[in-house]
């Protein structure tokens, strides 16, 4: 007998196997009160990626609150870090930054100090990127909190999950 939704969605039911097991979508697995999430949402990949960024966002903002440095300013940091001189272009496409809001994170990331803009010496159009010494040593400070990030996740779910967790996201974002 069925409820009309797939046999993979079905409260606590494996498809492949007709028992309890690893595609276990039952509400348990998400309360809030009285209220659960429906078996759609849980089993929807799209929806539980939001959720982690949601948790991750919470995380970085916790490890890092009070340098003012915004998660994609983070991102932009250790790009130019690891490839000094790097076009702006080749940056924000890299991180999947889009010039309209790259613009205003390298304005705040120049205004503070921290990146320096010079204009290519073969194409007017084009600005290289390159770390002040103030934004070197803070890029250097910052990677200290991030691996305590990388930390609080392994201490969650294990040093193994969280590398198969960064392969399927690699994976996922066609990596």
Do not use: W
């Amino acid at each position: 007998m069925t409820d009309g939704r797939p046999a993979a969605r079905r409260k606590g039911r494996n498809a492949q196997e007709g028992v309890e097991g690893p595609l276990d979508c039952s509400p348990k697995l998400a309360r809030f009160g009285d209220v659960n999430l429906p078996p759609e949402l849980t089993s929807a990949v799209g929806f539980q990626i939001r959720r982690a960024s949601a948790v991750a966002d919470a995380l970085f903002g916790e490890t890092f609150g009070e340098t003012e440095i915004s998660a994609a300013q983070y991102a932009i940091l250790m790009v130019v870090f690891h490839n000094p001189g790097c076009r702006t272009s080749t940056a924000g496409s890299l991180l999947g930054i889009t010039p309209n809001n790259l613009v205003p994170l390298l304005d705040s990331l120049t205004a503070r100090g921290y990146i320096r803009r010079t204009l290519s010496t073969t194409d007017r159009r084009v600005r290289h990127l390159r770390l002040t010494p103030r934004g070197r040593e803070l890029s250097i400070a910052l990677v200290e909190r991030h691996e305590a990030i990388q930390a609080k996740l392994e201490e969650r779910m294990g040093h193994k999950q969280v590398a198969e967790f960064l392969r399927l996201l690699t994976l996922y974002c066609g990596g």
